[in-house]
C-alpha cells in the first residue's frame, strides 16, 4: 500500500538553503530578507501546487546572491592583497548547493507532495 502522505525528508536541503542564507542575511542586518527566508521554510508545510515554484524561485535568486557576495568580496581581497581562492571556492559551492535545493522540487516525491 502506498503512502498517502510522501515523507518530508527531500525537504532538508532547501530547509538548510533558506537557513543558511537568513544568516547570511542576518549578519548583514537585512531583517527583512531573514523574516523572508524563515517565511519561506514555513511555507514548505502548505501543500499547494505553487508552492514549489515560489521556493524554486526564491532558492535561485539566493543562488544569486551568493554568487554576487562571492564576486564583491573577490574583489575586496584583491584590492587588499588577500587569498581569495579558497572563500571563492567555498561561496561556489554555497551558490551551487542552493541551485540543487531548487531542483529538489522536481524530483518525483516532491511533486506527489505538492500537487
Do not use: D
Not at 59 to 74: N, S, Y
Amino acid at each position: 500500500m502506498p503512502n498517502a502522505r510522501p515523507a518530508p525528508w527531500p525537504l532538508i536541503a532547501p530547509t538548510l538553503a533558506l537557513l543558511v542564507l537568513a544568516a547570511h542575511f542576518y549578519r548583514a542586518a537585512a531583517l527583512p530578507l531573514v523574516a523572508a527566508c524563515v517565511a519561506l521554510v514555513a511555507l514548505q508545510a502548505l501543500r499547494r501546487p505553487w508552492v514549489p515554484h515560489v521556493l524554486q524561485l526564491a532558492l535561485l535568486a539566493g543562488a544569486v546572491e551568493w554568487a554576487w557576495t562571492a564576486a564583491m568580496l573577490v574583489q575586496q581581497r584583491l584590492a587588499l592583497g588577500l587569498p581569495w581562492q579558497r572563500m571563492a571556492i567555498i561561496l561556489g559551492v554555497v551558490a551551487l548547493a542552493t541551485l540543487g535545493a531548487a531542483a529538489v522540487f522536481r524530483s518525483a516525491r516532491l511533486k506527489a507532495r505538492y500537487g
